[in-house]
């Protein structure tokens, strides 16, 4: 059971909490699960997530910084679990950073969205096909972003 005063399930309550005051017209509440749990178990019987512990069942994820905080080593684990925890045609939205070349040690570790289409293309369905298409790459606008140093993947 997760500690009642661990900060990433405070951050959640948040969240949860900020989409009940927006006052939407749909009721994305009932179809947006925040959840605090051990990624690479995700879209397996493993996941302590009983909401994703079934795969092809998320149609919408972003990876916000995810990626590059992680070792070098589990890169291909990313790859394969977001391919397993996605529904066909499901979105993927990925912020690559920091993409400004090799940055000794981290994190955050360097990364390039060539390196992340290596990562997703090596990725196939059941069938042997393709397991992603990319559908942009867009440089961040805006005050608040750092074009020269990260992406937008979709």
């Given at each position: 059971m997760a500690d009642l005063h661990s900060p990433c399930l405070k951050r959640l309550c948040r969240l949860s909490q900020?989409?009940?005051e927006q006052n939407l017209d749909y009721d994305v509440g009932?179809?947006?699960n925040f959840v605090e749990a051990d990624f690479f178990t995700l879209g397996t019987d493993k996941s302590a997530a009983k909401a994703l512990a079934k795969p092809a069942q998320t149609v919408l994820a972003y990876d916000y910084t995810f990626l590059c905080a992680i070792p070098p080593s589990l890169r291909t684990a990313w790859a394969e679990t977001?391919?397993?925890?996605?529904a066909k045609d499901a979105i993927l939205i990925?912020?690559?950073f920091p993409i400004h070349g090799d940055r000794p040690g981290g994190p955050p570790f360097s990364l390039s969205p060539d390196l992340v289409r290596e990562l997703l293309g090596s990725q196939t369905t059941a069938q042997g096909n393709p397991a992603w298409q990319e559908l942009a790459e867009l440089k961040p606008?805006?005050?608040?972003t750092r074009p020269d140093v990260e992406r937008i993947m979709v």
């Open positions: 900020w989409l009940r009932s179809n947006v977001y391919t397993r925890l996605l990925s912020l690559v606008k805006g005050p608040e």
